[in-house]
Antibody, heavy 119, light 107 residues
Framework: QVELVDSGGGVVQPGRSLRLSCAASGLTFSNYDFHWVRQAPGRGLEWVAL????????YSTDSVKGRFTISRDNSKNTLYLQMNSLRDDDTAIYFCAQEDPGLRAFVFWGQGTMVTVSS | DIQMTQSPSSLSASVGDRVTITCRAS??????LNWYQQKPGKVPKLLIFTASNLRSRVPLRFSGSGSGTDFSLTISSLQPEDFATYFC?????????FGQGTKLEIK
């Protein structure tokens, strides 16, 4: 069965960096586009970034452009989110999600990893 | 960017009620609209994809409709396990924006 395991979250001071990981199993990782979605405490879902199956195309939401970088290592079945210059409003649970190309929807999600930006 | 506006933001209903949640896109997205259910402390779960297609093993009391800019999610007869927050999401183009969510509560 498909499993996505998010890790790398923690408490970090404003302006510092953090790298999140999403380890995938049970699927042919290199066949799928992947996304990061976040959810601030008590708030809704916010789409953050996507990367194409081969890593050739990426896109991120305006609020993280220039600060966050999505990447992947298909040899390790792992998705990453490098987060630099973190701000208080980046505090959220971060989920990775697999896009099913036929459904054009997020079928499988990681369990989420909490990032808290606080001085 | 495409903005997604969901309504209502919260809804109180009773077991057995029929409820409808709407989602409006700021521009036409064809049928590229998905619905997710999220329970407290849990990961979002895909219910409906491409506006009206029920994901396998999702109960038939859930249905989706719409195209272009206006969409809806209907639950025909609420069950206790349906009380949750529901989000729409457009997958027409990046950024793949979500609606702000509708919290469905027990009356």
């Amino acid at each position: 069965q498909v499993e996505l395991v998010d890790s790398g979250g923690g408490v970090v001071q404003p302006g510092r960096s953090l790298r999140l990981s999403c380890a995938a199993s049970g699927l042919t990782f290199s066949n799928y586009d992947f996304h990061w979605v976040r959810q601030a405490p008590g708030r809704g879902l916010e789409w953050v970034a996507l990367i194409s199956h081969d890593g050739g195309n990426t896109y991120s939401t305006d609020s993280v452009k220039g600060r966050f970088t999505i990447s992947r290592d298909n040899s390790k079945n792992t998705l990453y989110l490098q987060m630099n210059s973190l701000r208080d409003d980046d505090t959220a649970i971060y989920f990775c999600a697999q896009e099913d190309p036929g459904l054009r929807a997020f079928v499988f999600w990681g369990q989420g990893t909490m990032v808290t930006v606080s001085s | 960017d495409i903005q997604m506006t969901q309504s209502p933001s919260s809804l109180s209903a009773s077991v057995g009620d029929r409820v409808t949640i709407t989602c409006r896109a700021s521009q036409s997205i064809g049928n590229s609209l998905n619905w997710y259910q999220q329970k407290p402390g849990k990961v979002p779960k895909l219910l409906i994809f491409t506006a009206s297609n029920l994901r396998s093993r999702v109960p038939l009391r859930f249905s989706g409709s719409g195209s272009g800019t206006d969409f809806s999610l209907t639950i025909s007869s609420l069950q206790p396990e349906d009380f949750a927050t529901y989000f729409c999401q457009q997958s027409n183009s990046a950024p793949y924006t979500f609606g702000q969510g509708t919290k469905l509560e027990i009356k």
